[in-house]
């Protein structure tokens, strides 16, 4: 289920909710719905609102500060790689061949990691060039002075950090949504729409406001969902670090 069902779902509910308390108004008896009763209603609605906001403001900082993480990653990624590829360039002729090794791995990831075909976790998996064929090229390397010596240390270090960051993309796809949070926290607000529409004059504007509200409260559930997501969605991390670094890099 993806994230735009889940949201549309999550509005369906609460304007279901929104509509059920404007009927309950119309059929309870007037007791129940006496000043006191709104009174009453209202300061135990208060407490479940604030939990509610509370619980969607902690979701919402969480999901965007592991989004800002990842795309951090991204970034650090293609410096390390744009790196990379300057000391295999100052290592000598003897690099071609790993340096159309490193082109080929990236453009494989390019289209692997941003592929509208794939799934979340197929998608992010790295493949074994990144772990295997990379470091296994530039090991082969018998560097013949002291500054070959130097570079090769540092395209095998790079390599290693390259190599253990796509790892850690990979192992970050778990979403970080409990789905009985997610159940929990869209009953509360169930609840309190209900209370809205129970004591809401039942007249059009008053109810067109209550479904933008309803909106506005699944769009920021469609916003933890997608932002759980970094790499699919509408708002996902942009390749263009990774494809800058993929003109710097040679020979084509």
Do not use: C
Request: net charge neutral; glycine share 6%; charged share 15%.
């Amino acid at each position: 289920m993806n994230d735009i069902t889940t949201a549309s779902i999550v509005f369906g509910i609460l304007a279901g909710s929104t509509l059920l308390g404007i009927r309950l108004r119309a059929i309870l008896p007037p007791p129940h719905l006496s000043a006191e009763a709104k009174d009453s209603i209202r300061v135990a609605m208060g407490s479940v609102a604030t939990m509610t906001a509370l619980v969607l403001g902690l979701l919402i900082a969480s999901t965007k500060g592991a989004y800002d993480t990842e795309r951090s990653e991204v970034t650090q990624m293609a410096a390390k790689v744009d790196y990379l590829d300057h000391a295999l360039t100052n290592y000598g002729s003897e690099t071609k061949e790993t340096r159309v090794l490193l082109r080929s791995t990236v453009e494989a990831a390019l289209a692997r990691i941003w592929s509208k075909e794939s799934s979340k976790h197929e998608h992010l998996e790295p493949s074994a060039a990144w772990a295997e064929a990379l470091p296994n090229s530039i090991q082969a390397l018998s560097p013949q002075n002291d500054a070959q010596r130097a570079f090769k240390f540092q395209a095998m270090q790079l390599t290693s950090e390259i190599g253990q960051m796509r790892w850690l993309l990979y192992q970050q796809t778990d979403s970080a949504i409990s789905l009985p949070l997610l159940v929990i926290v869209v009953s509360w607000l169930a609840i309190i729409f209900v209370s809205l529409g129970l004591f809401a004059p039942s007249n059009p504007t008053v109810v067109i406001a209550l479904m933008l509200a309803v909106f506005a409260v699944a769009g920021a559930i469609f916003l933890i969902l997608d932002l759980d997501g970094p790499f699919s969605g509408l708002i996902k991390i942009s390749s263009a670090p990774m494809r800058n670094t993929l003109q710097h890099l040679g020979p084509p």
